[in-house]
C-alpha cells in the first residue's frame, strides 16, 4: 500500500514553486495526484470531467440533420475525418487522453509552459504519463502557448505556419482569472482572432472555465466567431460534497475561412 502522502516533485520555476503531490484518498483507498503552483491547486486527479469533457466537447461534430446539434465521439464513432489537434496546457493529462481516444485524431501536440510537467510525463511520475509518451500520435512540445497563439509562425515550432482542426485550452482558471497577466489578451477579440489564424475553415477553438458561463465572454466569441456556446458540465464533488461545475466554451470558425 503507498503511503498517505507523498510530495514528489517540486520545482522553483518562472511562474511560481511548482509541486506534484500524491495523497491516498480515505473515502476510496485510491491515489489522487495533485498540481500546485504556488498554494494554488492547478489540477486534481479527482475531478477531470471537465478536462475529459473539454476534448469531447471540442472534437464533437454536427449532424446533417441537426446543424447545431453535437455528436458523440469515441472509440464507436465513424472515422470520417482525420484530424490534427493541439492541446494547450498539459496538466496531468486528462484532456490529451480523451483527445487521442478519438479514433479521428491523427496527431496531437500538446503545447506546455513548464518543462518541468513535461518531465513528469516523460519520467512516468503522473498515471497518465506513459500512454501519452508512448502513443507516436502524441507530441509534447514545450513553449508559451498564448505567445504561440500571437505568432504568425503559430503552434507547431517544427512547422511554422501549421494550421489544425481544433484548438483545446485549459490553461487558466477562467478568462477572468488567469494565471499570468499577459494571459488575458487571448481572451478578446484581438487575441481570438490572432488564434483563429492558426484554424483551418471550420475549425474550433475550445475553452475549459472554472467559472459559471461568463455573458461578458460569450459576447467576445459571438464577435470572432460565427458560432459559439458555453456548456457547463456537471460532477460530483466528494470533497464539498454534493454537484460542482465547469463550463466549456466551444466556437466554430465558417466554412471557408479561417
Known amino acids: 500500500m503507498s503511503a498517505r502522502f507523498e510530495e514528489i516533485d517540486w520545482r522553483p520555476t518562472a511562474m511560481g514553486d511548482i509541486s506534484l503531490r500524491r495523497r491516498r ?3 476510496s483507498g485510491n491515489d489522487v495526484y495533485e498540481v500546485k503552483l504556488g498554494d494554488e491547486f492547478l489540477m486534481s486527479s479527482l ?4 478536462e475529459i469533457a473539454l476534448a469531447e466537447l471540442g472534437l464533437a461534430r454536427p449532424t446533417d440533420a441537426e446543424p447545431d446539434a453535437e455528436l458523440r465521439v469515441g472509440p464507436d464513432a ?5 484530424l490534427d489537434v493541439v492541446v494547450g496546457g498539459l496538466g496531468l493529462g486528462y484532456t490529451a487522453e480523451a483527445a487521442l481516444n478519438d479514433p479521428r485524431v491523427r496527431s ?8 518541468e510537467v513535461i518531465d513528469w510525463h516523460q519520467r512516468g511520475l503522473v498515471p497518465l504519463g506513459a500512454r501519452l509518451a508512448s502513443d507516436p500520435r502524441c507530441r509534447l512540445v514545450q513553449g508559451d502557448f498564448f505567445a504561440m497563439a500571437a505568432d504568425s509562425r503559430g503552434l507547431d515550432p517544427k512547422e511554422p505556419g501549421r494550421r489544425f482542426h481544433a484548438i483545446l485550452l485549459d490553461v487558466d482558471h477562467s478568462p477572468r482569472h488567469v494565471l499570468h497577466p499577459r494571459h488575458a489578451a487571448l481572451y478578446q477579440p484581438a487575441g481570438l482572432r490572432a488564434l483563429t489564424e492558426h484554424l483551418h475553415p471550420d475549425g474550433v477553438f475550445a475553452l475549459w472555465s472554472n467559472d459559471p458561463p461568463d455573458e461578458q465572454f460569450s459576447s467576445v466569441l459571438r464577435e470572432v466567431f460565427p458560432q459559439s456556446a458555453a456548456h457547463v458540465v456537471d460532477f460530483d464533488n466528494p470533497l464539498q460534497g454534493g454537484t460542482s461545475t465547469n463550463t466549456v466554451y466551444v466556437a466554430r470558425t465558417g466554412p471557408g475561412r479561417p
Open 47 to 50: 475531478f477531470t470531467a471537465g
Open 25 to 27: 484518498d480515505p473515502a
Open 108 to 115: 496531437l501536440t500538446v503545447v506546455e509552459t513548464l518543462a
Open 78 to 82: 465513424e472515422v470520417d475525418a482525420e
